[in-house]
């Protein structure tokens, strides 16, 4: 009587431990969805950011030194490059904020890597007028 009280409680343990097993692997593979879900939108917001930067040209220090020191004589084309170069690393910045999102990053490492380029790309003129 005493065995089978025992291979009953077994049985039921062993039930458990199964049905424990199946909620953790749901689990799991809830988060490897949303990291694949993350991982796709990181890849298009790379994808918009090399576009952008491909307008930059080769000749971008010297732009970048045009805007600094004479930026009321840019050209159209130059302004494009300016525009590039501004306009890129917002698709890193939204990237990172989604990250945050999905748990994926902290709310203060999003915001570090923000103040942090913000205030290098903002720092000229042309940029905080685009801005």
Request: net charge negative; glycine share 4%.
């Amino acid at each position: 009587m005493k065995l089978n009280k025992l291979n009953d409680w077994l049985r039921v343990i062993a039930d458990l431990g199964i049905l424990v097993g199946i909620v953790l692997v749901l689990v799991q593979m809830n988060q490897n969805e949303d990291l694949m879900r993350s991982q796709i939108m990181n890849q298009y917001y790379d994808s918009n950011a090399e576009y952008e930067a491909s307008f930059a040209g080769e000749n971008l220090p010297a732009i970048w030194e045009k805007s600094l020191l004479d930026p009321e004589n840019l050209t159209l084309a130059e302004m494009r490059a300016l525009e590039a170069v501004t306009f890129a690393p917002l698709f890193r910045w939204i990237n990172l904020y989604r990250q945050n999102e999905d748990s994926v990053l902290g709310k203060m490492d999003w915001k570090e890597e923000v103040q942090m380029d913000a205030t290098w790309i903002f720092k000229g003129p042309y940029a905080r007028s685009w801005w």
